[in-house]
C-alpha cells in the first residue's frame, strides 16, 4: 500500500515545486526525508517559456536555451539598445525545466511523484494534510504552488488587478533576419488603446525567434486579436513576410498589489500562490528562485517561520502598488513611464530595482526619472490608505 505520510508535501509541479525539489536534491541533508510531489497532470508540454535576468549561474544554467547581453527598446520616438552587463536575459523552455528536474528525480528513492487533481490542503499547528479524489494525505509540511481561488485571500486597501496577457509565437523565417545575441526587451511601437502593450523579440538563431504580443489591462482580448497584432509587428515592424510558425503559447499572468498568505501554520505557500509575481511587471522566476531558496535555507535551519517579508519586498510592493496605481488611473502610458525609466537611469540599475534589490539611491534617481507631478501624488495616496 501507498504510504499517507511524508516529511514533505509538494503541492504542484510548476516552476516553484519543481525548483524546490531540485534545491532539495541537491541538498544531501534531504537525503533522509520522505517527499511527494502531487500535479495534477504529467509535466510533459513546453507550456511557457521563462525569460528573466540573471548575473550569476543560476540552479537551472544547464538548461538555459539562450542568453542575451544586450536588448533593445523602442517606443515611437525613442530607440536604445541596453547592455545588460553584469546580468544576461536569459531563456528557459518549460518542458527543458520539467525533464531536467523529473529525471534527475528518478535516481532518489526518497522521492515519489503522483497525478492526481488535489482537492483543499488544510493544516493544524502539528500536520499538514492534503485531500485527493483517492484519500488524504498527511505531511510535515506542504509547500504548495496551487492558486485555489483565484483572488488571493488576504485583502488590504486599494487593490489594483491588472491583468498581463500574451501570445507568443515562435516563427522561422526562409531568410536569415534575426540577430541571435540581441534581444528585443520591449517594442511599444503599436496602438495603447487597450492599455500598456509591448512586443518581446527573443531570437535564438538567425532564422528563429519568439515573438509575443503582451498587454497590461483589465480585460483579455478576444482570441483573434493577439493573432493579428502578431502577424501585422512581423510583417510591417520585423519586415518579415516568409515564415513558419513552429510554435505557440498564451498566458495570463496576474499583476496586483494584493498580499498574499505566506504560510498557514504547516503549509508554505510558493510561486504564484505566493505571491511571488512582481506587481508592476509580472516577472516571477527569479522570485521563485529566491523563495525556493529561502525556505532549503529555514528548513536546514530550523527556521520554518516563512510568512516574514524583508524591508527590500517591503519597499518594492510599495513601489509595484504605485507604478499600478498609475496605470490603473491612467495617469500616464506604460510605454512614456517605461522609456523615462530606462532612458534616465543605468539598466543595471533598473533591473535591481526590479529585482527588489536596488539601493536607496538608486531609488531616488529612478524615482527622480519619472514625472514627480504623477508619481508623487499616487506615492502619498498609497503610502496613506
Ligand atoms: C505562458 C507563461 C509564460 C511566462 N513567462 C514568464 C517569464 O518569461 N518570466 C517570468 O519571470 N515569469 C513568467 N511567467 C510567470 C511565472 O513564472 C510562471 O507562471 C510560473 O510557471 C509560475 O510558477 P508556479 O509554480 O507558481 O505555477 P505553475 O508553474 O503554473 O505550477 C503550478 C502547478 O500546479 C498544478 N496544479 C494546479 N491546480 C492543481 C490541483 N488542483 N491539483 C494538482 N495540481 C494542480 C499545475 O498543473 C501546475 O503544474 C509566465 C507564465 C506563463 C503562464
Same mark, same amino acid.
Given at each position: 500500500?501507498?504510504?499517507?505520510?511524508?516529511?514533505?508535501?509538494?503541492?504542484?509541479?510548476?516552476?516553484?515545486?519543481?525548483?524546490?525539489?531540485?534545491?532539495?536534491?541537491?541538498?544531501?541533508?534531504?537525503?533522509?526525508? /520522505?517527499?511527494?510531489?502531487?500535479?495534477?497532470?504529467?509535466?510533459?508540454?513546453?507550456?511557457?517559456?521563462?525569460?528573466?535576468?540573471?548575473?550569476?549561474?543560476?540552479?537551472?544554467?544547464?538548461?538555459?536555451?539562450?542568453?542575451?547581453?544586450?536588448?533593445?527598446?523602442?517606443?515611437?520616438?525613442?530607440?536604445? %539598445?541596453?547592455?545588460?552587463?553584469?546580468?544576461?536575459?536569459?531563456?528557459?523552455?518549460?518542458?527543458?525545466?520539467?525533464?531536467?528536474?523529473?529525471?534527475?528525480?528518478?535516481?532518489?528513492?526518497?522521492?515519489?511523484?503522483?497525478?492526481?487533481?488535489?482537492?483543499?490542503?488544510?493544516?493544524?499547528?502539528?500536520?499538514?494534510?492534503?485531500?485527493?479524489?483517492?484519500?488524504?494525505?498527511?505531511?510535515?509540511?506542504?509547500?504548495?504552488?496551487?492558486?485555489?481561488?483565484? /483572488?488571493?485571500?488576504?485583502?488590504?486597501?486599494?487593490?489594483?488587478?491588472?491583468?498581463?496577457?500574451?501570445?507568443?509565437?515562435?516563427?522561422?523565417?526562409?531568410?536569415?533576419?534575426?540577430?541571435?545575441?540581441?534581444?528585443?526587451?520591449?517594442?511599444?511601437?503599436?496602438?495603447?488603446?487597450?492599455?500598456?502593450?509591448?512586443?518581446?523579440?527573443?531570437?535564438?538563431?538567425?532564422?528563429?525567434?519568439?515573438?509575443?504580443?503582451?498587454?497590461?489591462?483589465?480585460?483579455?482580448?478576444?482570441?483573434?486579436?493577439?493573432?493579428?497584432?502578431?502577424?501585422?509587428?512581423?510583417?510591417?515592424?520585423?519586415?518579415?513576410?516568409?515564415?513558419?510558425?513552429?510554435?505557440?503559447?498564451?498566458?495570463?499572468?496576474?499583476?496586483?498589489?494584493?498580499?498574499?498568505?505566506?504560510?498557514?501554520?504547516?503549509?508554505?505557500?510558493?510561486?504564484?500562490?505566493?505571491?511571488?509575481? #512582481?506587481?508592476?511587471?509580472?516577472?516571477?522566476?527569479?522570485?521563485?528562485?529566491?523563495?525556493?531558496?529561502?525556505?532549503?535555507?529555514?528548513?536546514?535551519?530550523?527556521?520554518?517561520?516563512?510568512?516574514?517579508?524583508?524591508?527590500?519586498? %517591503?519597499?518594492?510592493?510599495?513601489?509595484?502598488?504605485?507604478?499600478?496605481?498609475?496605470?490603473?488611473?491612467?495617469?500616464?502610458?506604460?510605454?512614456?513611464?517605461?522609456?523615462?525609466?530606462?532612458? #534616465?537611469? #543605468?539598466?543595471?540599475?533598473?533591473?535591481?530595482?526590479?529585482?527588489?534589490?536596488?539601493?536607496?539611491?538608486?531609488?531616488? %534617481?529612478?524615482?527622480?526619472?519619472?514625472?514627480?507631478?504623477?508619481?508623487?501624488?499616487?506615492?502619498?495616496?498609497?503610502?496613506?490608505?
Amino acid at each position: 500500500m501507498a504510504p499517507t505520510h511524508y516529511d514533505y508535501l509538494i503541492a504542484g509541479a510548476g516552476c516553484a515545486g519543481l525548483s524546490l525539489l531540485m534545491r532539495l536534491m541537491e541538498d544531501p541533508f534531504f537525503s533522509e526525508k /520522505k517527499i511527494l510531489v502531487v500535479d495534477r497532470e504529467e509535466k510533459n508540454k513546453n507550456d511557457r517559456t521563462w525569460c528573466f535576468w540573471e548575473k550569476e549561474e543560476g540552479l537551472f544554467e544547464s538548461v538555459v536555451y539562450h542568453q542575451w547581453n544586450h536588448v533593445l527598446f523602442y517606443t515611437n520616438d525613442f530607440s536604445t %539598445k541596453l547592455d545588460l552587463n553584469p546580468y544576461q536575459y536569459k531563456m528557459i523552455q518549460g518542458i527543458d525545466l520539467y525533464n531536467h528536474v523529473i529525471e534527475k528525480a528518478k535516481s532518489y528513492s526518497n522521492i515519489e511523484f503522483r497525478y492526481e487533481e488535489i482537492l483543499s490542503i488544510n493544516s493544524t499547528p502539528s500536520q499538514a494534510a492534503v485531500q485527493l479524489q483517492t484519500g488524504t494525505i498527511t505531511a510535515e509540511y506542504v509547500f504548495n504552488s496551487i492558486l485555489f481561488e483565484k /483572488k488571493p485571500a488576504v485583502s488590504t486597501k486599494n487593490i489594483y488587478q491588472l491583468l498581463q496577457h500574451f501570445k507568443g509565437w515562435v516563427i522561422e523565417t526562409t531568410e536569415p533576419c534575426f540577430d541571435p545575441a540581441t534581444a528585443t526587451l520591449m517594442d511599444f511601437r503599436t496602438s495603447q488603446e487597450q492599455g500598456t502593450t509591448f512586443f518581446y523579440v527573443m531570437p535564438t538563431s538567425p532564422t528563429t525567434a519568439l515573438v509575443e504580443y503582451t498587454l497590461f489591462s483589465e480585460a483579455l482580448l478576444p482570441k483573434g486579436d493577439y493573432d493579428s497584432a502578431l502577424k501585422r509587428y512581423i510583417t510591417e515592424l520585423l519586415g518579415i513576410n516568409e515564415y513558419s510558425i513552429q510554435h505557440e503559447e498564451f498566458g495570463i499572468i496576474p499583476m496586483t498589489n494584493q498580499s498574499f498568505h505566506l504560510q498557514d501554520n504547516r503549509i508554505i505557500q510558493m510561486g504564484v500562490a505566493g505571491g511571488q509575481v #512582481k506587481g508592476s511587471s509580472g516577472y516571477a522566476f527569479q522570485f521563485i528562485q529566491k523563495r525556493t531558496a529561502a525556505i532549503v535555507k529555514g528548513l536546514k535551519k530550523g527556521n520554518t517561520t516563512f510568512d516574514r517579508m524583508g524591508l527590500q519586498q %517591503k519597499k518594492g510592493n510599495v513601489y509595484d502598488a504605485v507604478l499600478l496605481h498609475v496605470l490603473h488611473h491612467h495617469k500616464m502610458q506604460g510605454a512614456a513611464i517605461f522609456q523615462s525609466i530606462f532612458s #534616465k537611469n #543605468k539598466t543595471a540599475s533598473v533591473l535591481r530595482f526590479l529585482d527588489n534589490e536596488s539601493s536607496m539611491v538608486e531609488d531616488l %534617481k529612478i524615482m527622480n526619472s519619472v514625472p514627480t507631478t504623477i508619481f508623487l501624488p499616487a506615492a502619498l495616496y498609497e503610502l496613506i490608505h
